[in-house]
């Protein structure tokens, strides 16, 4: 019995022949982002700007999600609400309103910021009491702004010793543009919406470069299984190989994207820009294994020839007893 398919096991979709339609969709569509990005920028979060953070303790435990709904309403737009310890505390991250919106509230002072907090968290039948209050640094902003650029740099870099360890030249030049573009894409998202981008966005568009490596890795290696195995023109070869995967390429983004609209329905406000980049990136990494990876190989002129044992190869092989 033939495990499960989407797609008939015989299936043949001419994926190469509209090769440069889909080639030119994505380059449009990473040329959206980058210019969003260039023209409108990012909504940093408190994470990289600074502001106010208040620890509020309530008798019993608050609606999370109510709470900051009711400070949107007030005017604290994005604030960074979670529970922590037994449950009943809250540690509320947000920005500082202007003076004139807070009534005789002094400026920039963390205390009376947090009372006016205190009353807007508060409900009749659940009082909270302020814990303490501090400001915080946009200095702190700006060392987390510089953490999350070394921990791009050290992903990017083991990720591009990892492609230039494991294929050949033409394979890892396709991979690493295809992941590339999936990236810039899911940050161009935030950069267009204005969505607030904080740490988990962060991680968030991170993960993105794992999942899109990992799709393409599974065609390209049925690419090279194919060009060893099966005389035909590159063209046959490629799109052989996209059909091939077709059915474990959707069913497994397909999973991995229930998972994380399981994350983005429940798992509160404060994770929701993590699945939001994250769905994003499926969509984008499974659209463009499909059809943006094999287009590239066929425009870098991939062929049998490229797979062949090279000459110190063949040396050191003949040397072996």
């Known amino acids: 019995m033939k495990p499960f398919n989407v797609f008939p096991y015989d299936s043949n979709i001419h994926f190469m022949r509209i090769r440069w339609v889909s080639l030119s969709i994505a380059a449009l569509i990473m040329f959206i982002a980058i210019g969003a990005m260039a023209v409108k920028g990012f909504n940093f979060a408190l994470d990289f700007t600074g502001g106010v953070g208040i620890e509020l303790r309530f008798p019993k435990a608050p609606d999370v999600d109510d709470v900051r709904n009711r400070l949107e309403k007030a005017g604290y737009s994005n604030a960074q609400v979670q529970t922590f310890g037994t449950g009943t505390d809250l540690l509320i991250r947000l920005q500082d309103k202007p003076h004139e919106e ?27 009491e302020v814990r303490s209050s501090a400001q915080i640094s946009p200095q702190v902003g700006k060392e987390l702004a ?31 543009i295809t992941t590339l573009h999936d990236v810039v894409v899911v940050a161009g998202w935030f950069a267009l919406t204005g969505h607030e981008f904080d740490l988990t966005v962060l991680a968030g568009v991170l993960s993105v470069m794992g999942y899109s490596i990992n799709d393409t890795i599974v065609v390209f290696d049925r690419v090279r299984e194919n060009f060893r195995g099966v005389r035909a023109e590159p063209a046959e070869i490629l799109n052989r190989s996209v059909n091939q995967t077709l059915s474990r390429t959707v069913i497994t983004s397909f999973v991995a994207f229930l998972t994380v609209v399981a994350l983005y329905v429940y798992g509160g406000g404060s994770l929701q820009g993590m699945a939001e980049s994250q769905m994003l990136g499926i969509i984008i990494g499974t659209l463009s294994s499909i059809f943006v990876a094999c287009p590239l190989l066929m425009w870098l002129g991939v062929s049998k020839q490229d797979l062949l044992p090279k000459a110190k190869d063949e040396a050191a092989l003949a040397r072996r007893p």
Do not use: C, H, M
């Open 102 to 128: 807070r009534v005789g509230a002094p400026a920039g002072e963390t205390g009376s910021i947090a009372q006016d907090v205190r009353k807007i968290a508060s409900t009749p039948d659940n009082q909270a």
């Open 146 to 176: 510089q953490n999350g650029v070394y921990a791009l740099l050290f992903v990017v870099i083991g990720f591009l010793a990892y492609i230039s360890f494991r294929f050949e030249w033409k394979f890892a030049v396709a991979a690493i």
